[in-house]
């Protein structure tokens, strides 16, 4: 097929006959490996092509998106149109753009929030340079880049000598206790370390937190069927890596959570009645400890088996607070619960957990409060309860409730988009103070564990 530009008119025709005969196949993208007139909720993709190609196609992650293809009419100006390329390219985390009006062609790379032009070629060019465009964002170019990343993205990873486990924990309710598991488990991650989140709470709210929860209907799903429960119920089979799931679009990069369900509420008589279902956990944890640098266990707010199996498993503890009266009274109860689980763990050779202290959360960011009650309430839990306080604190914005409850319309359905609060911040700077408090946290953490 020729290129010839004098015969596209109108947007239609740079579609078909530009991009469809003459673009793609040069480009080395058969028929099945894109896509026209692709909809992720509001976002229209004139065409979509994927150098790595999982079928059937699903919006879950398993397919990389590699290249979106944005057609404009012969007559159109392309930089009135970057605007919204650059939208499509960091919402839907796609790498590589190009917009062309047939006469023209660009191409663009995505790094982080941004688009930069990587190439730009215009008339005859278009044709007698189309070898460039293709080593930039070709099948097979595109095909080795997305798989160097993988293997680079291991590589870069930072890893320690052991695996450390830390529990979240407080039975109060309401505290915190989820919203600060997944946010700690994306900042950990997003500093290179290898992570994974384990929900312990049949409340499944870091499930539903980390966008794991897809489907309207239960039967389309297999959280029931395959969850923490199944990892705790025996010692033969149901191995971490045949649990855990990928947190896609939550957090990039993404990482690794065990789910719950509400039916671990009905498990519980089960694994009441056998005694090692209180360290299956620590075994197949310990089958990962390479795999791993922090393992995060999200837990309910009762004294249940699953809280004292987070404690007997875990390393390191993390109480978070709001500080208020209820909380407080709770944490007598707490202190007694650890201490019967730390006379469990001697049983098994294990140390004490490890308290790294009274984590401030969801505090008012009142400049009274800050000034009179909450110095008061923070010297209460070093004083009368003798507790360790973090040094960061977690204040109560309302970006951190909202982000865990987006949503993406899909057709005409809308279907949870929980973000992290970092994902978040890339788009509404009302998350950026609450993603700091969140790095801040994990700053605090890697420097107790070391
Ligand atoms: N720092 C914060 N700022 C604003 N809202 C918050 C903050 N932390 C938590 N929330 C909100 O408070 C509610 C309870 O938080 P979360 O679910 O994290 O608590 P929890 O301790 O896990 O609760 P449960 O004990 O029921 O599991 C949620 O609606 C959450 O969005
Ligand atoms: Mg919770």
Redesign the pocket.
Same mark, same amino acid.
């Given at each position: 097929m020729q290129f010839n530009p004098d015969l596209y008119r109108s947007e239609r025709d740079v579609e078909s006959k530009f991009i469809v005969s003459y673009l793609l196949p040069k480009l080395g993208y058969l028929p099945n490996s894109w896509y026209q007139e692709v909809a992720f909720g509001n976002i229209r993709l004139d065409f979509l092509a994927f150098a790595i190609q999982v079928l059937p196609f699903s919006f879950d992650g398993s397919n990389p998106l590699s290249l979106v293809i944005e057609a404009k009419s012969p007559k159109s100006k392309l930089d009135s149109h970057i605007p919204q390329l650059k939208k499509y390219l960091t919402s839907l985390r796609v790498d590589y753009g190009i917009l062309t009006n047939g006469k023209e062609l660009r191409v663009y790379e995505r790094t982080g929030k941004n688009i930069q032009a990587t190439l730009q070629l215009k008339e005859q060019d278009v044709y007698d340079r189309i070898e460039e465009v293709k080593l930039l964002v070709g099948r097979s170019s595109l095909k080795s880049k997305e798989l160097r990343t993988k293997v680079e993205d291991k590589n870069q990873n930072r890893s320690f000598q052991d695996m450390k486990v830390i529990a979240v924990y407080?039975n109060? +309710? +309401?505290? +915190?206790?989820?919203?600060?598991s997944v946010n700690l488990a994306a900042a950990l991650r997003n500093k290179g370390y290898k992570v994974l989140l384990i929900d312990l709470?049949s409340?499944a &709210?870091s499930t539903f937190a980390t966008g794991l929860v897809k489907f309207q209907f239960e039967e389309d799903d297999n959280l029931r069927d395959n969850n923490v429960f199944h990892v705790l119920e025996t010692g033969d089979f149901n191995f971490i890596p045949d649990v855990a799931r990928q947190s896609d679009y939550f957090n990039d990069p993404e990482f690794s959570i065990i789910p719950s369900h509400i039916s671990l509420i009905e498990g519980q008589y089960k694994l009441n009645q056998v005694k090692a279902s209180q360290t299956r956990l620590i075994k197949k944890l310990k089958r990962e400890e390479k795999k791993y640098d922090f393992v995060i266990i999200?837990t %309910? %707010?009762s004294r249940d088996i699953y809280a004292q199996v987070a404690i007997i498993s875990a390393n390191y503890l993390i109480i %978070?607070s709001d500080l208020k009266p209820f909380a407080n009274q709770g944490l007598v109860s707490v202190q007694s619960f650890i201490k019967e689980i730390d006379e469990f763990r001697d049983s098994l050779g294990r140390s004490p957990i490890k308290l790294m202290g009274i984590l401030p959360?969801? =505090?008012s960011t009142n400049a009274k409060f800050l000034a009179n009650t909450f110095p008061r309430q923070q010297e209460s839990i070093m004083n009368h309860y003798c507790l360790p306080l973090m040094d960061t604190i =977690?204040?109560?914005?309302?970006a #951190?409730?909202h982000c #865990? &409850?987006q949503t993406l319309l899909v057709g005409d359905l809308e279907v949870p988009d929980p973000k992290s609060i970092f994902e978040y911040a890339n788009s509404n700077a009302a998350a950026a103070q609450?993603a700091s408090e969140f790095e801040a946290l994990a700053e605090e953490v890697l420097k107790k564990v070391s």
């Open positions: 407080h109060k +309710g +309401g505290v +915190g206790k989820t919203t600060v709470d409340q &709210n999200d %309910p %707010p %978070p959360s969801k =505090i =977690i204040y109560e914005r309302a #951190l409730s #865990l &409850n609450s």
